[in-house]
């Protein structure tokens, strides 16, 4: 019984497994997530957010592995969500 493993599209990284938390509106859903800081799509996010609403803020990829579906994880820091990670 092995997982299925999910790579990042943008990074080519082993994406995480994760846990959103119950208060956020995923409720408590299961994704894998990029936490890899080197990231493009994350690193590119920073400079997006503050360009376009003046905010410190990014977003990580994200696939929701039961109806693979693909959005961006919003943070604010980058250990911003890590609690969340429960591979
Ligand atoms: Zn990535």
Not at 8 to 20: E, F, I, L, T, V
Not at 26 to 47: H, L, P, S
Not at 54 to 61: C, D
């Amino acid at each position: 019984m092995t997982e299925q493993e999910y790579l990042c599209p943008h990074c080519d990284q082993k994406m995480r497994k994760w846990q959103a938390p119950e208060e956020s509106n995923w409720g408590g859903e299961i994704k894998y997530v990029c936490f890899n800081d080197e990231c493009g799509y994350y690193v590119r996010g920073w400079a997006w957010m503050d360009e376009k609403y003046g905010q410190k803020s990014s977003y990580r990829h994200s696939i929701n592995p039961e109806t693979g579906a693909v959005g961006p994880l919003p943070v604010a820091t980058p250990d911003h969500m890590k609690p969340g990670i429960i591979d």
